[in-house]
Nanobody
Framework: QVQLVESGGGSVQAGGSLRLSCAASGRTGSIVTMGWFRQAPGKEREFVATINWSGIRIYYEDSVKGRFTISTDNAKNTVYLQMTSLSPEDTAVYYC?????????????????????WGQGTQVTVSS
């Protein structure tokens, strides 16, 4: 089993920045990909960004490209999501996730169904 604990959420004004952290514990050696997803009120959960532990394979959802940066600290088993130029449309609960299976396709690498473990979520609220 793998446990994921997110931190760093909060409230910020439009144009501001936040950094989310996700600490993994347990059988972290089984993880191949870490990801961030988000769910806004009344909407389905959506992909934000994913990264493998080597940091080579990174994907971003189009609306966050150039604003969000995903990174890892392997020594700490932690993945980060640096968010800048935040807008009210980024308001959501952000979830950290971990996948045990490697997928060569971008579709499966970024699909929430591919992830086996989930954190409890952290709220990000951006006011205009």
């Amino acid at each position: 089993q793998v446990q994921l604990v997110e931190s760093g959420g909060g409230s910020v004004q439009a144009g501001g920045s936040l950094r989310l952290s996700c600490a993994a514990s347990g059988r972290t050696g089984s993880i191949v990909t870490m990801g961030w997803f988000r769910q806004a009120p009344g909407k389905e959960r959506e992909f934000v960004a994913t990264i493998n532990w080597s940091g080579i394979r990174i994907y971003y959802e189009d609306s966050v490209k150039g604003r969000f940066t995903i990174s890892t600290d392997n020594a700490k088993n932690t993945v980060y999501l640096q968010m800048t130029s935040l807008s009210p449309e980024d308001t959501a609960v952000y979830y950290c996730a971990a996948a045990r299976t490697y997928y060569s396709s971008t579709y499966y690498t970024t699909a929430d169904r591919s992830f086996d473990y989930w954190g409890q979520g952290t709220q990000v609220t951006v006011s205009s």
